[in-house]
């Protein structure tokens, strides 16, 4: 039985719900994926905020129609598509489909789309390589620690120096002053 009008209009409207979320779109071929890979791969991809949605390429072009930001997708519409939307962290989704491909080797990455621009297979992985979220959160917060640490240091090496530069003015007077004595 196939689906009703009003049913793919809500899958319609569902997908353009979604993408208008979404910050990355990917597009990998899935055919020969079992039910129990594609819920693995959703499973993996959770973590990261990324919607797997395996729908009709005709539907999602439907989604996509009327939204400028999303219309280079139109070109990877073709075959057996599962859209990966993803919603923010797109390096810990990227790394999480790549783990899910070396386990299964069954999908093959087609592109994506990212701010209306199209991207191929090696746009994407190095996407991925960049770091997560918390990775980069994390290294601009050692940055930030380590220069208040500087600051610090210098701030109190002030006072330090300027206490040893009026040692040496007060030890160079009273030098100067027993010289002057003894003549």
């Given at each position: 039985m196939g689906r009703t009008l009003e049913d793919k209009q809500e899958i319609v409207a569902e997908l353009k719900e979604t993408l208008s979320q979404s910050t990355l779109a990917l597009v990998i071929e899935y055919q020969g994926l079992t039910v129990?890979?594609?819920?693995?791969?959703?499973?993996?991809?959770?973590?990261?905020?990324?919607v797997c949605k395996v729908t009709k390429n005709t539907l999602m072009g439907i989604a996509i129609q009327d939204q400028?930001?999303?219309q280079p997708l139109s070109e990877l519409l073709k075959g057996s598509s599962?859209?990966?939307?993803v919603k923010e962290d797109f390096s810990s989704a990227i790394k999480a489909y790549q783990d899910f491909q070396k386990a299964?080797?069954?999908t093959e990455l087609r592109g994506g789309v990212m701010e209306?621009?199209?991207?191929?297979?090696?746009?994407?992985?190095?996407?991925?390589?960049?770091?997560?979220?918390e990775q980069l959160m994390g290294q601009i917060a050692g940055a930030i620690n380590s220069l208040a640490s500087k600051i610090a240091v210098g701030i109190n090496e002030v006072p330090g120096s300027l206490a040893r530069a009026l040692q040496a003015v007060a030890e160079a007077e009273k030098g100067g002053s027993t010289e002057t004595t003894a003549e």
């Open positions: 129990a890979e594609i819920t693995d791969l959703r499973r993996r991809l959770r973590p990261s905020g990324t400028e930001k999303w599962a859209f990966l939307l299964t080797k069954k209306g621009r199209l991207l191929k297979e090696n746009d994407v992985k190095a996407l991925g390589d960049l770091p997560s979220k």
